[in-house]
């Protein structure tokens, strides 16, 4: 789980270089696990450390709830939360000012970890938008020649081929996205994708919309 996202640019900028596959900085022993509990809650501190750059929050700063969500761009579960929970999430609880939301990287392999440089290249407002779009349309850019369809979806947010280009060369943000994955690794005990933390309690796996009621609304009701 230590090990470092050691990408080169000619990785990143050249269409030829399958690196969704070549990848081998990051252990292929993280695999996604069934949806499961773990009672183990990590020191505020720790939880608050949100890496170089920091959050990139939605919902009300005032919320009584506070979910970070640590997910992997090529994670089919994070996709099925993104596209079945994270809607009547949104709609029930973050637009409603009950929950605040963020999601984190903890990249698996180094495609996703480019679909994380992407997001945040394009900036604070879309960086929600892109990642949900990259969730959406996984199979069109999981591909043995991904940079091609990812080039298409940066376009549909404003982000040109320089700029394209010029984010997967960015070697400080390559490093700050492991910076995040690697303190989810040591600190908060994170081993797999999703793994939520509501309010400090950590949950793990595909989480329904249900089990995230039940673990909100208490905190709803106390206040």
């Given at each position: 789980?230590?090990a470092?996202?050691?990408?080169?640019?000619?990785q990143?900028?050249?269409?030829?270089?399958?690196?969704?596959?070549?990848?081998?900085?990051?252990?292929?022993?993280?695999?996604?696990s069934?949806?499961?509990?773990?009672?183990d809650?990590p020191?505020?501190?720790?939880?608050?450390?949100?890496?170089?750059?920091?959050?990139?929050?939605?919902?009300s700063?005032?919320?009584p709830?506070t979910?970070?969500?640590?997910?992997?761009?090529?994670c089919p579960?994070c996709?099925?939360?993104s596209?079945?929970?994270f809607?009547?999430l949104?709609?029930?609880y973050?637009?409603?000012?009950?929950?605040?939301?963020?999601?984190?990287?903890?990249?698996?392999?180094a495609?996703?970890?480019?679909?994380?440089?992407?997001?945040?290249?394009?900036?604070?407002?879309?960086?929600?938008?892109?990642?949900?779009a990259?969730?959406?349309?996984?199979s069109?850019w999981?591909?043995?020649?991904?940079?091609?369809?990812?080039k298409d979806?940066?376009?549909?947010?404003?982000?040109?081929e320089?700029?394209?280009?010029?984010?997967?060369?960015?070697?400080?943000?390559?490093?700050n996205?492991?910076?995040?994955?690697?303190?989810a690794?040591?600190?908060?005990?994170?081993?797999s994708?999703?793994t939520?933390?509501?309010?400090?309690?950590?949950?793990?796996?595909?989480?329904?919309?249900?089990?995230?009621?039940?673990?909100?609304?208490?905190?709803?009701?106390?206040?």
């Amino acid at each position: 789980m230590e090990a470092a996202l050691s990408l080169t640019r000619r990785q990143f900028v050249s269409s030829a270089a399958p690196f969704a596959f070549a990848f081998t900085g990051i252990s292929a022993g993280l695999a996604v696990s069934s949806p499961a509990r773990a009672d183990d809650t990590p020191s505020p501190a720790d939880l608050a450390d949100a890496g170089p750059y920091g959050d990139i929050m939605i919902g009300s700063d005032k919320a009584p709830v506070t979910i970070i969500e640590y997910a992997s761009m090529t994670c089919p579960h994070c996709a099925h939360f993104s596209e079945t929970t994270f809607p009547e999430l949104q709609k029930r609880y973050i637009d409603t000012g009950k929950v605040r939301y963020t999601l984190r990287a903890f990249p698996l392999d180094a495609l996703s970890a480019a679909g994380f440089m992407l997001a945040r290249c394009a900036g604070k407002d879309k960086y929600m938008p892109i990642v949900e779009a990259l969730f959406a349309k996984q199979s069109e850019w999981i591909v043995k020649e991904p940079l091609p369809p990812l080039k298409d979806i940066a376009k549909q947010f404003g982000v040109g081929e320089d700029e394209f280009n010029q984010c997967l060369a960015n070697q400080k943000l390559l490093d700050n996205i492991q910076t995040v994955r690697d303190h989810a690794a040591q600190k908060l005990g994170v081993n797999s994708t999703p793994t939520f933390f509501v309010n400090g309690k950590k949950l793990v796996g595909d989480v329904s919309i249900d089990q995230l009621v039940k673990e909100i609304d208490p905190y709803l009701k106390a206040g």
